[in-house]
């Protein structure tokens, strides 16, 4: 629908319709090293909004369940439940059960409908428990008991809240964030190996589909010096992954620097990254991300009032005088449902945009 000279077209990084579904949930259990801890609510409160951010980006009808506790040495860890042995087969015809993102296309058409995958030439692949149920991957339940996986973080080490940021410290709700990741499925089977070990020639986990070098050529070792890729096509590589087994091989490259991420295998004090290409990650090994849907109304003479749902986060307005324009800039205002944008002489294009 347009307004002249206003147009609102429905074009997004994360293009394609999602069908109506329960939402992801993610329940936390809080261990007695945190309930006894002086600050626990706080702690408490800011992984609780955390856990907000991934219930409204998601539409899976997956219940997970995580356990948190603190540690007094190290940053962050995770302790995860896998279903292994799973056929590479059944996992990309799951892969294209419950594509419905411009990403998931695109990921699936350099993913071979073969027997073997195409990492390490084995038939199987594993996946962490929730990753498994969003793909309804039989076997892929919850131990009676137990819990998806055990997150543990050192806090005496971390920023609690954003509101008050000691710039010698981590933030809390970023390196959970970086290990609620690992508990939905971002993994490598090289995790845990040392540099120069030679890689696993059974099970290849779910990122380990997505890993590109420099030439555009399937790449799986541990080698230090290698230079490894998050891409869904080989070609347009959406960042670095970690070659120094001091962190794991999932994670991404970050020698200091660099801009910070949420999924970096080494944190830099006093940043506050959130939620951005992690959230790809998870679209294309299974989860359905939440794309909202825009609509345009009339406010006044010259306003209009563009708005959209559901309100997953990281989604923003974005403008050009160019359907065709590569460099579309952020619209004044844009980042909240609704925008109020100004009807000019000059005839605008508008979409939603999710880094």
């Keep these: 629908m347009s307004l002249l000279p206003i147009l609102l077209v429905a074009i997004f990084l994360l293009a394609g319709g999602v069908p109506a579904r329960a939402n992801l949930v993610i329940l936390p259990t809080w261990d007695s090293t945190i309930t006894s801890d002086p600050n626990a609510a706080t702690i408490e409160n800011t992984i609780t ?28 860890q995770s302790s995860t439940y896998y279903n292994q042995g799973i056929a590479y087969s059944t996992v990309r015809a799951a892969l294209v059960t419950s594509a419905t993102t411009a990403n998931d296309k695109l990921a699936l058409a350099h993913l071979p409908n073969t027997s073997t995958n195409p990492v390490n030439g084995s038939t199987t692949m ?33 920023n609690l809240t954003r ?6 410290k981590y933030d809390l709700y970023s390196v959970a964030a970086h290990e609620i990741n ?11 190996l040392a540099n120069g070990a030679a890689p696993p020639t059974g099970d290849v986990d779910s990122l380990d589909i997505f890993r590109y070098d420099q030439n555009n050529k399937r790449i799986f070792n541990t080698t230090l ?18 070659q120094d087994a001091g962190g794991d091989f999932h994670d991404w490259y970050s020698p200091g620097g660099q ?12 940043s506050t990254p959130n939620l951005t290409v992690e959230l790809i990650g998870l679209d294309v090994i299974g989860y359905h991300f939440l794309v909202p849907t825009a609509t345009i109304a009339r406010v006044s ?10 309100l997953t986060p990281g989604f923003y307005l974005v403008e050009s005088t160019n359907l065709l324009a590569t460099n579309w800039v952020a619209t004044v205002n844009g980042t909240n449902s609704p925008a109020i944008v100004t009807n000019t002489v000059v005839r605008k294009f508008y979409r939603l945009f999710h880094p």
């Design 49 to 76: 909004n955390l856990i907000a951010v991934y219930e409204a980006s998601f539409s899976d009808p997956v219940t997970v369940t995580i356990t948190f506790a603190e540690m007094t040495s190290g940053l962050g």
């Design 126 to 158: 594993e996946l962490t428990l929730p990753n498994g149920r969003a793909l309804n991957i039989t076997g892929s339940g919850t131990p009676p008991g137990h819990t998806d996986s055990t997150i543990s973080l050192n806090t005496s080490l971390m």
């Design 163 to 168: 509101t008050s940021i000691n710039p010698s």
């Design 182 to 192: 690992e508990v939905l499925g971002l993994s490598s089977a090289l995790d845990g």
């Design 225 to 242: 010096s290698s230079s490894a890729y998050f891409s869904l096509d080989g070609t347009n590589k959406l960042v670095q992954f970690n």
């Design 259 to 270: 801009t910070p991420r949420v999924q970096d295998a080494y944190g830099t004090p006093g």
């Design 301 to 310: 003479t010259n306003k209009e009032s563009i708005s959209w749902s559901p």
